[in-house]
Structures are given as structure tokens and as C-alpha cells.
């Protein structure tokens, strides 16, 4: 049945070559490719013949080789997966058992290099939150997350810090009239900046999610997302600040709706390109960095960082207009993102699902619960940990969990008891639904230095 286009039929039948139809999503991408280089029609006929007669002969073949692989596989009844881990270590104690075993699946994958896991570490898609995965040219879209480019920015300013206390309804009212937080939120009127004039088209999902984007921009989400004042202590000189009391704006939101839809598309294409994964490791599949799929999402993860910083970069802006304040520092940092990065003497893809950057010197944000602190921290560019540390806190206790034990006396007897504001939170959100961020921060002392704590006064959640 020869046919001028691949979109969604072949040129040849898989039963008369021998080759099961399940692998149908994995051939179809092979023969886009193989007609990108000019193999067509005949050509393409016969080169698919000789890989079903003998595919281990193109083990090595640019195009055909995971398909080979994969040929050689079928009628084996232990799944295409190494018997070993990759090495990886733990920080931590009393870890989520699940969340171990998360961490072993990704350790076992074939592409897998390292791994760690960190305190904060609780399940999660894929790879658990807290999991850290260094892989061999390949990048794994739960292995990222679905909020990709999660991300966190505080903005301090040269003010007193009683600012807090003698005009806490004004600051208050900045931040309820200038954020928008909830699923779907956005601003009546949408905001502007450089990131929705790059070119958005390279790919089907950010093609469709534009205007969404647009319309969601400048926006905070849902879950733990938050924007909150609050008194940063900073007890020696850091480089552009001067040690002191500080009155700071601290915000924690992501890519919003786009950022979750192209997880969701990008994982479901390295699934249908990866059957030979067993079932429950369906969400650690994997997209080659050599391949178009993995290249188109590496760019689209890529956007999605600019767009999580576009969003945090206007709601501090419209905040601290509002106030007629200006900034004299700042500090951000990605999580739920993927680098490529040097370890071990060699270049890998290292996936940071809830994970901060920690390099040696490097500055980030770990944040604590709605009223715990939250610490400006110096990496200190432990290779154990592939340069990396917590990102919070880390869940205790699902959402769900949280809903059923506590009420909402319990949330406002905690605020009380630590002089927190909360303009709005659901329940789920509770801090006794975390865990202990002294703990957190004290389990991972051969990670990062602390550099400065925020303490949290009048806190925006959804």
C-alpha cells in the first residue's frame, strides 16, 4: 500500500515483514526520518526487509538501532532493561519507601548514568519529587516533571524591616491585587513580555498552548504555589548584599497549564517510542537528544523556563510598582528541569525533578512551608549529589491525606502561633502536611551553606 506520506500509514505492511504492529509508533518515526535523508519508496522497502531478516546486523545503525534493539527483544519475557542500577545515593532519613523504589527504576534505566535522591524526597510521575537522574544523552519528560521549570525568586529591598508590621495592609493589597492564582487563572486584562514573541510554532503543543500562555502570563497556579512577603535575616556580607534585616518578596510558581500539557504530549510520545518498557515504568520513557522528538523537547523545556521566568519576573515587577518600591537584590532558580552538565569527565543530561541546582558558589532558594522559613543557600558542589539539594520542605502526607485530618481551626491556630498573614490557602497546604525544614536543611549540610533565612509574614496561596 505505497503512499506519498508517513503522518499515520506506512508505505509497506509490519505483518508482511514480520514486524509486530505494536512497534508501529517506533517504525513510523524511523521511516519520517530515514525520507528526511532521501530513502524512499523501494529503497526504504528493502532496507526494512533486511532489518526484519536480520535486525541485530543494524545494532549500530544511525536510525535503526534502537529499532533493532528492540526486534531482537520480541518473544523475550524479561522486559529490555539492565539487571543492575546505576549508582546513586540517598540523603535523609525515614525516606518514602515508594519514593526509594522511584529512584531505583530510574537508576535502572538503560541511559541512566547516576543518581540521587534528596531529604525532601516523596513520590511523584517518573523519576519521585527530589530525585536527581544524570542520563546518557537522553532526556526523560517525567523525569523533569509536569510543572517544567518550577521555579523560585525573591526580591529584597533596601527598606526597614518593620515595613512588615506598620504597613502590612498596604503590602497585603499589593499582592491581592497584582497576582492571580488558581487553575486556569488570568488577569482580565494580559500582560506583555519578550518571551511571547519567540517563535512558539516549532512544536504542535506550544503551537496550540500560545495563547493560553498569554493569557495565563504573569500568573502564580495552584498547589504550593505562593507569593509572600516577609523579614530576610542576613547575618554576614553576600556578594550585592550587605549583612542586615530586610523586608523580601518571595514567589514559587512554573509554567502554568502549557508547561503540564507539553510533559503530558512528550511523555506519551517517548512511551509509544519505548513499548519494550514494562508497564510500570511506562512514565521514566525516554526521548533521544539525537532524535527530533527529543531535540523538539528539549526546546520546548527550554521555552518553558523562559516563560516560568517571564511570569515570575512580572509579578514581582507589578507588586513593587504598586508600592513604588525598587529592588536592590534578587535571587532565582529553576527546579523540575533538565541541564546538560559535566560529571565524571564526561557530558550528561541531568534531570532535577524537585531537585535546586547546587554547584560550588552557586545561590538558590529552599523553601520551607507557609510559616517556616525558607533559606538563601550557597551550593557547595558535592559530585555525590551531582550538584544538587532539596527544594523544600517535601510533603509528609498526600493532599488528599491532609484534606481528611485537618480543619481549618488547626491552620488558623498555627498562624496565630507564628504571627502569619494568610490572604488565602486551601487546607491541603497545612504546614503539618510537610516535613520539618530544620531537618531537611540539617540532612543535607554536605550540600549546600546557608546564606540567609526568610521568615514568611503575609503569604498568597490559591
Not at 277 to 301: C, I, N, T
Not at 311 to 325: D, K
Request: glycine share 12%; proline share 6%; net charge positive.
Amino acid at each position: 500500500m505505497a503512499m506519498k506520506s508517513t503522518k499515520n500509514k506506512l508505505p509497506f505492511r509490519l505483518s508482511a515483514l514480520g514486524i509486530p504492529e505494536k512497534l508501529m509508533p517506533v517504525v513510523l518515526q524511523c521511516v519520517r526520518q530515514l525520507e528526511d535523508e532521501g530513502v524512499r519508496g523501494k529503497a526504504l522497502r528493502r532496507l526494512f526487509g533486511r532489518l526484519a531478516d536480520d535486525p541485530r546486523s543494524f545494532s549500530d545503525h544511525p536510525v535503526l538501532g534502537s529499532l533493532a534493539g528492540m526486534l531482537c527483544g520480541v518473544g523475550s519475557r524479561e522486559p529490555a532493561l539492565p539487571k543492575s542500577e546505576a549508582p546513586w545515593r540517598a540523603w535523609g532519613e525515614d525516606l518514602d519507601p515508594k519514593a526509594v523504589q522511584q529512584m531505583r527504576d530510574g537508576a535502572s534505566l538503560p541511559v541512566a548514568v547516576s543518581g540521587a535522591l534528596m531529604p525532601d524526597a516523596h513520590v511523584g510521575y517518573g523519576l519521585p519529587i527530589g530525585g536527581v537522574l544524570a542520563a546518557d544523552n537522553a532526556v526523560i519528560p517525567y523525569g523533569v516533571g509536569m510543572d517544567i521549570a518550577c521555579r523560585m525568586k525573591m526580591s529584597v529591598f533596601a527598606l526597614s524591616p518593620q515595613l512588615i508590621d506598620s504597613h502590612g495592609d498596604d503590602l497585603a493589597l499589593a499582592i491581592q491585587q497584582e497576582t492571580c492564582f488558581g487553575v486556569g487563572g488570568k488577569f482580565q486584562v494580559r500582560k506583555d513580555h519578550a518571551v511571547m514573541h519567540e517563535d512558539w510554532g516549532f512544536s504542535p503543543v506550544t503551537a496550540r498552548m500560545r495563547d493560553t500562555a498569554w493569557a495565563q502570563l504573569g500568573t502564580s497556579g495552584s498547589g504550593n504555589h505562593f507569593v509572600e512577603w516577609g523579614v530576610l535575616d542576613v547575618p554576614l556580607d553576600m556578594p550585592g548584599l550587605p549583612a542586615g534585616m530586610y523586608p523580601a518578596l518571595l514567589s514559587h510558581s512554573g509554567s502554568r497549564g502549557t508547561g503540564g500539557e507539553v510533559a503530558k504530549y512528550y511523555s506519551a510520545l517517548a512511551r509509544r517510542l519505548h513499548p519494550e518498557l514494562p508497564r510500570d515504568l511506562g512514565h521514566l520513557a525516554w526521548l533521544g537528544l539525537d532524535s527530533d522528538p527529543g531535540r523538539e523537547y528539549w526546546a520546548a523545556m527550554e521555552l518553558m523556563g523562559r516563560y516560568s521566568a517571564a511570569n515570575h519576573a512580572l509579578i514581582h515587577r507589578a507588586v513593587a510598582a504598586h508600592l513604588g518600591f525598587s529592588p536592590v537584590w534578587i535571587v532565582e532558580n529553576h527546579h523540575n528541569f533538565a541541564w546538560k552538565e559535566e560529571h565524571g569527565g564526561r557530558q550528561v543530561i541531568v534531570h532535577r525533578k524537585g531537585a535546586t541546582p547546587a554547584g560550588a558558589g552557586i545561590l538558590g532558594i529552599i523553601p520551607g512551608t507557609m510559616v517556616d522559613p525558607a533559606y538563601v543557600v550557597e551550593g557547595l558542589g558535592n559530585p555525590l549529589s551531582l550538584c544538587s539539594a532539596a527544594h523544600g520542605a517535601g510533603r509528609a502526607m498526600s493532599r488528599k491525606e491532609a484534606l481528611k485530618r485537618f480543619r481549618r481551626g488547626d491552620l488558623e491556630h498555627v498562624l496565630r502561633e507564628r504571627g502569619v498573614r494568610l490572604l488565602s490557602g486551601g487546607l491541603d497546604e497545612v504546614p503539618m502536611a510537610y516535613k520539618n525544614i530544620g531537618s531537611v536543611m540539617a540532612a543535607q549540610s554536605d550540600l549546600v551553606r546557608i546564606r540567609a533565612t526568610f521568615v514568611p509574614r503575609i503569604v498568597k496561596m490559591a
